[in-house]
């Protein structure tokens, strides 16, 4: 088993640690510093010793334990939710919250996380992100100090886990319009009844708490509730999962259904009311995905450059002597560079307390934008083997998909980077 290094990190002053040596030949002058394809701009010259140590301890453990399971896990569409409880073990789970079984660290490493998760596929790295950032981070950030005893240290041993309820079956790009509604009950004082239905929620089916965002009905607020599957009684919270999606297959996803669920006030966030709550979580679990998204491009940067090493056409040439497919690497490489400098910086003014949401609006969207991209592109070295799923290429795509796609689409994030610019509001 893996030392859980995150345990007793702190951050360090930034520290340069030797790369991993290239694999191939560099085309380098004899007096400088060789070019590493893996990581072009040295992006890794930027990150601490502890993160250094995180990102290798999460890269050894997404190959070794992740990596084996993920193609029949697709393929089966079957998610296995004992790795939380391996992450937990690492101290991967929650790992920038402070306090409360929690890691600590940086905002950056969080990243680096993620990164490795999502080299092995989007899916596992969802389930992730949903428990890390949408749920403990919400809990971290609005819940009482109750409410953060109760659940953060068993969520961040993956003993307990959580589920992030605000899109709904009419309502996704437009969560202010939400139909989920919480009254207070008519016999029993200091409860409240939810009703309603949320939608394409990862982990519903198999969450012990789900975060529902619901208006209350004498006000038309919007709070957030911590709803205990343990607690619910029969016929009133249903989480029936969705099947035959066509990316994501490797984690699991629901609906949640509330019929009357009786939920006491004291799991009512106490002082979050409107859309300031959700977005929040939201933005934490982008700032994720736009770092974990390099992590899926690399991998397919990393298995279009082998193929095209090996594949040999045209009087036994390999695929990677011919100038369209230097293109596309050169491409989806330097797309993968500047995408995981950005994050990095986004990330250091999330610590300082200097980041806005429109700064993780444009690392979420272009990041996500140009993975989906140049994993389209690359996929076309395969050819017709691309088809194969043990290419892996495909799934990366498919997957990839989905991420431009939740928690905020492309289009959306893009209105709210001219609304920052303009001015002048494009949300009709």
Known sequence: MFRPILRTCTRSSR??????ACATRSFA??????FNWED???????????EIAIGETAERYCQEQLQPRVLQAYRDENYDAKML??????????ASIQGYGCAGVSSVAGGLITRAVERVDSGYRSGMSVQSSLVMGGIAEHGSEEQKERFLPEMAKGKLLGAFGLTEPNHGSDPGSMETVARPHPTKKGYYLLSGAKTWITNSPIADVLMIWAKLQETGKIRGFLVERKDCPAGTLETPAIKDKNGLRASITGMIQLDDCPVPQENMFPDVEGL????????NARYGIALGVMGALEDCIARARTYSLERKQFKGNPLAR???IQKKLADASTDAAFGTLAAIQVGRLKDEGKVTPEMISMIKRQNCDTALKNARVLQEIFGGNAV?????????VANLFVTQ???GQSDIHSLILGRAITGVQAFV
């Open 322 to 324: 011919y100038q369209l």
């Open 388 to 396: 194969s799923d043990e290419y892996a290429i495909g799934r990366h």
């Open 405 to 407: 796609t939740y928690e």
């Open 40 to 50: 072009p701009l040295n992006s890794q010259n930027l990150l601490t010793e502890d």
């Open 29 to 34: 002058s004899a007096k400088g510093p060789a």
């Open 15 to 20: 520290a340069v640690a030797p790369l991993r």
């Open 276 to 283: 300031t709550g959700p977005f929040s979580c939201l933005n």
């Open 85 to 94: 409880q391996e992450m937990g073990e690492l101290g991967l789970l929650g």
